[in-house]
Structure formats: structure tokens, C-alpha cells
């Protein structure tokens, strides 16, 4: 499909593509010939641009295609995005480099690095690729993770008080990034309390 060949589809063209991919399982007859024929282009908006659906991880856009994306799983992963990891974390700290978090991640990107640093054995690639970069929403705008706070359910409240404190974004993230206490303190966020008094 020469159309899809181009970066020039508009979300709700890819949305389309997804649809019409879904329609076609839905009815029993095999999307193949028309997945391989849109499979080698770049037209998947990713963090790193417009790519093809098979390129290794950059992440797909969800500011751009929105929540509707995630309506379309199966679809994406007949494409050849990979929508599961099934247990390869590592995967994703291989190819994980610097410049892919050099901008603003979005809540489902931030989470996903950190369930990889959260399995994987080898954490210094996560790390080295987060630690220096505005990447993580609070209150404040997005700053370094050395720059932010987890606000703590107990006390936490006492950092509220104070302006100075860049709290996470909890309303962007979701209560799901409190679950990752450990990895976040791993890439330089102040999780405890005490630590967060001493710069009051």
C-alpha cells in the first residue's frame, strides 16, 4: 500500500489502517497480504519520529494517536510492533539510549523502563539513560529525576507545604507509579522522607 509507505497518514488514518485490520479478523478473512504490504513503511509515529512498525523500541506517540490506540493490540502486534515483552526486560535496556529519553516520556513509556530496571539484571543502561534527562512530570514541569519527589502517602503531605519540592505528577503517571518506589530512588528521585527534609 503505497499510501502507507509515507509518513504523511494522519493519526486518524493509522487508526484506520488498525481498524480496518480488526475488521477484517472480525470477519474471518486474513489480513495478511495487506499487513505485509504496509509493514516495511515508515508511518508509525513513534518518540523518535515517523518509523516503521518494526523498528526496535522506540515507543508509539500516545499524545498523538491518543487512547484509542490501546483498543488495537492484537492489531499492533500483527503489524510487528511489540506489544509484549513477555519477560525479555533486557530487551529494552539494549536498545534503550540516551537520546530516547531526552524529551518529556509519556506516563506508559516511564512506566514500562522502569518494570524493565524493576526484572532486569543488568540496570545500568536504565539508569545512565534517565539520570540526566528532563524526562519525568511534576508539578513543577518536567525535570531530571535528581530534581523530583515521590510524595510519600504518610507524610508527604508536609511536602505540599513547600513549593520547592518538583512532587511527581501522580494525576499524569497514575497511582501505578507509586508502585515503583525502589526504581525511581534507583535513578536519583528523593523518595525518603528524611532526605527531603534536609533541603527544606
Not at 59 to 64: A, G, H, L, N, R
Not at 100 to 108: F, I
Request: proline share 3%; glycine share 8%.
Amino acid at each position: 500500500m503505497s499510501i502507507a509507505a509515507s509518513s504523511n497518514l494522519t493519526g486518524d488514518s493509522v487508526l484506520s489502517i488498525l481498524k480496518f485490520i480488526k475488521f477484517l479478523r472480525a470477519k474471518l478473512i486474513s489480513p495478511a497480504e495487506f499487513i505485509k504490504s504496509i509493514k516495511g513503511g515508515q508511518w508509525l509515529r513513534t518518540s523518535q519520529g515517523d518509523r516503521s512498525p518494526v523498528s526496535n523500541i522506540p515507543f508509539i506517540d500516545e499524545f498523538y494517536y491518543g487512547t484509542n490506540l490501546n483498543c488495537y493490540k492484537k492489531e499492533l502486534e500483527l503489524i510487528g510492533v511489540k506489544v509484549k515483552f513477555n519477560g525479555n526486560y533486557q530487551l529494552v535496556g539494549d536498545n534503550l539510549n540516551s537520546s530516547a529519553c531526552s524529551s518529556s516520556l509519556t506516563p506508559g513509556a516511564l512506566c514500562l523502563i522502569l518494570e524493565c530496571l524493576r526484572q532486569s539484571k543488568s540496570t545500568d543502561k536504565f539508569v545512565y539513560a534517565l539520570k540526566d534527562k528532563e524526562c519525568i512530570k511534576t508539578h513543577a514541569g518536567f525535570k531530571t529525576p535528581s530534581e523530583c519527589y515521590l510524595l510519600d502517602s504518610e507524610r508527604g503531605c508536609l511536602l505540599q507545604v513547600f513549593s520547592c519540592f518538583p512532587l511527581i505528577d501522580e494525576n499524569f503517571y497514575g497511582s501505578k507509579i507509586l508502585s515503583f518506589k525502589d526504581e525511581l530512588e534507583q535513578i536519583g528521585v528523593v523518595v525518603d522522607f528524611g532526605e527531603a527534609s534536609k533541603k527544606i
